[in-house]
C-alpha cells in the first residue's frame, strides 16, 4: 500500500505544475485583451487566489508545487538581477532621477498600503 502512495506522488506533482501553468495560459490570454498593461503573472495571482476562493481548485492542488516555488524563490530572482545589471548603461543617465523615483514610489505604496489595511479593519471588525 505504502509502494502504491509514493508511486503516485510524482504524478500528483505533475498534476499540481499543469493546474498551475493552465491558470498562467489562462491569465496570458486574459492579459493580451486586457486594456491596460498589466502583467500575467498578477492576473494568474489573482485568478489562482478566485479560483481558491471558489473552491474550483483546492488547496491540495497546488500547495505541493507553491511550497516548492516559495522555497525556491531566490532562484526567480536571477533573470531580474541580470537584467538590472544589463540596465547599468541606462541606469547611469540619471541615477537620482531614478533614486528619487525609487523612494517616491516606495512611500506611496506604504501610505496606500496602510490607508486599505484600515479601511478593511474597519469593515472587518463593524460585522
Do not use: R, W
Request: proline share 5%; glycine share 8%; charged share 10%.
Amino acid at each position: 500500500m505504502k509502494q502504491q502512495k509514493d508511486a503516485s506522488k510524482p504524478a500528483h506533482f505533475f498534476h499540481q505544475v499543469i493546474v498551475i501553468a493552465l491558470v498562467l495560459f489562462v491569465s496570458k490570454i486574459i492579459e493580451s485583451f486586457m486594456p491596460i498593461p498589466m502583467p500575467a503573472s498578477v492576473i494568474g495571482l489573482v485568478l489562482l487566489f478566485v479560483l481558491l476562493c471558489t473552491g474550483a481548485v483546492k488547496l491540495g492542488e497546488v500547495e505541493k508545487v507553491g511550497t516548492t516555488l516559495t522555497n525556491n524563490i531566490g532562484l526567480l530572482f536571477v533573470p531580474a538581477g541580470i537584467s538590472v545589471v544589463n540596465s547599468l548603461g541606462v541606469i547611469s543617465q540619471a541615477p537620482f532621477l531614478i533614486i528619487g523615483l525609487i523612494i517616491v514610489s516606495t512611500i506611496l505604496l506604504l501610505i496606500c498600503t496602510g490607508y486599505v489595511t484600515q479601511i478593511i479593519m474597519k469593515s472587518y471588525f463593524e460585522i
